[in-house]
C-alpha cells in the first residue's frame, strides 16, 4: 500500500493548554467587550487569532538563540543574518526591525508625504493604517476575482495589471513613490501571486520609475503555491522560485514573524543608495542601531535559521497540509470557506453564514465570538471592523468579503486541533439561524480600530 503521508518533525516538548466551560467563555468574552483581542490567552483553548510570532522554533534555532551575539554594533549575528538574507533573497542592503509594522514605519516615515498614493493588492491592515496616517492613500488594485469567494482561481492575489496602469495614467507620478505587492495577499484570504504577474507589475513600475516593495511576510508560502500551481514551476526549487520573487522588486518589509517562524522580529530591505541611507537615520531614531534595529541578537541568530527552514518543501508541504485539512473539514460540514485555500489561513464566509443580518453588525466578529463561546476558539475578523472608517467621510468602509479568519501557527496544532476546530464552527452553522442579530460599536480609536474596539450585542 502506499505509504500515508507523515510530519517531517517529532514532537520534543509540549505546553499544557486549558479547557473551560461554556458559561465561562461567555463572562469572558463579555468582559472583553466582544473584542477576541481583549481575551487572556490563558482563557483560549486553540488560539487562530494569528500565525504572527507564534510558531514553534525548532531545535536548530533554539541553539541559535543560545550562540546569539548581544553586541550593541557589529553583532556576529547580525552578519549571520546579513548573509542568509543575501544568499536567499538576493538583498545586500537591510535593516533588522522589532516587526513587519516597524519596517512600513521606516519605509514610509522616509518614502511617503500627504496626498501620495500607494497602489497595491488589497493592503492589510497596519499597512494601510501606517499609509493613512501621513495623510496619503492606499489604492486597491487586486484582479476582480479576489472578490468572490467561491470561485477556484490560483493566483486570487495578483494586482490587475490594467488596474495599475491607470492609477499610473490618472495621477502625477511623482504623487506615486512605490508600489506595494503583498505575498502572500492576506486580506483577500491568504492568496499567492503568481511570478508572472510579479514581473508583469515588476514591468510596469520599472516603466514609470516607480519603485516595486513587496510585502514578504509570507514569501515562503507564496513560493510554494507557485511550484504547485504555476506551469513550468513544478521542478523548480523554491529556493530558486524566492530568488526570482525577489529579483522583480525594488524594495520589500517583513514581519519575520511569519515565514520568518520566530517570535519578534522584522526586516527592510532596499535597492536604492539614497533610500537605505535615508532609512539607516530613521531605524536608528526609532528601532535602535543599524546591526540590530528592533531585534535581539539571539532572534537575528534564530531568524536567520528559520528563513532557512522555511524554505525547505518537506516543511511547506507539512505546514500547508494542515491548514488545508481544516479546510477540507470545514467543507465536509458545508461550512462555507473562501476558496482555493490559502497558505497560513482558512477564512470562513461570514455573509453566507449569517446572511439575514446586516453588515453594520459587523457579522464576521459576531462569527468570531460565537466560535469562541462554543469551543474556546480564538479567530480574528477580516472585514467591516478591521476595514475601519474612510479618513476623510468618517463612515464605514464595507468591504465585498466578510471573512472570519482562522490562521494557524507553525508546527503547533494537530489534525485533531483542526478537527476540533471545524466541529465547533459546525455547530454555530448548524445553529445559524437562531442567531437575529449582530454587533455595535460602543468605543473606538480613529486608527486600526479593530485591535482595541469595545463592543455589545445589538438588542432587537
Known sequence: MELPYAEPYRTKTVERINRSDRGERESWIRSASYNLFNLRSDRVYIDLLTDSGTGAMSDRQWAEI??????????????????????????????????GRGAENVLFSTALTEGDLVPGNKH????????????????????????????????????????LRKVFEE????????????VTCNSVGGQPVSLENIREVSGICRKYETPLFLDAARFAENAYFIKKREPGYGDVSIGKIVREMFSRADGFTMSAKKDGIVNIGGLLGVRSDELFEKSRVQTIMNEGFVTYGGMAGRDMAALAQGLKEATDMDYLESRI????????????????????????????????VFPHIPQDQFVAQLLGVELYIEAGVRGV???????????????????????????????????????????????????????????????????MRHFTVELERVQN
Open 66 to 99: 543560545m550562540k546569539g551575539d548581544e553586541s550593541y554594533a557589529g553583532s556576529s549575528s547580525f552578519y549571520l543574518l546579513k548573509e542568509t538574507v543575501s544568499e536567499l533573497l538576493g538583498f545586500d542592503k537591510f535593516l533588522p526591525v522589532h516587526q
Open 124 to 163: 492589510f491592515d497596519t499597512t494601510k493604517g501606517h499609509i493613512e496616517y501621513r495623510g496619503a492613500k492606499a489604492v486597491d488594485c487586486t484582479v476582480d476575482g479576489a472578490r468572490n469567494p467561491s470561485t477556484i482561481e490560483p493566483f486570487k492575489g495578483n494586482i490587475d495589471p490594467e488596474k
Open 171 to 182: 495621477n502625477p507620478v511623482e504623487r506615486i513613490p512605490l508600489v506595494v505587492l503583498t
Open 321 to 352: 497540509n494542515t491548514v488545508h485539512h481544516l479546510g477540507e473539514k470545514l467543507e465536509e460540514y458545508d461550512v462555507p470557506v473562501l476558496k482555493p485555500f490559502g497558505g497560513h489561513a482558512i477564512y470562513v464566509d461570514a455573509k453566507r
Open 381 to 447: 475578523e477580516i472585514g467591516t471592523l478591521l476595514a475601519d472608517r474612510d479618513p476623510e467621510t468618517g463612515e464605514n468602509r464595507y468591504p465585498d468579503l466578510e471573512l472570519l479568519r482562522l490562521a494557524v501557527p507553525r508546527r503547533v496544532y494537530t489534525d485533531n486541533h483542526m478537527e476540533y476546530v471545524a466541529a465547533g464552527l459546525k455547530n454555530v452553522y448548524d445553529r445559524r439561524e437562531e442567531y437575529d442579530s449582530g454587533l455595535k460599536i460602543v468605543r473606538e480609536p480613529p486608527v
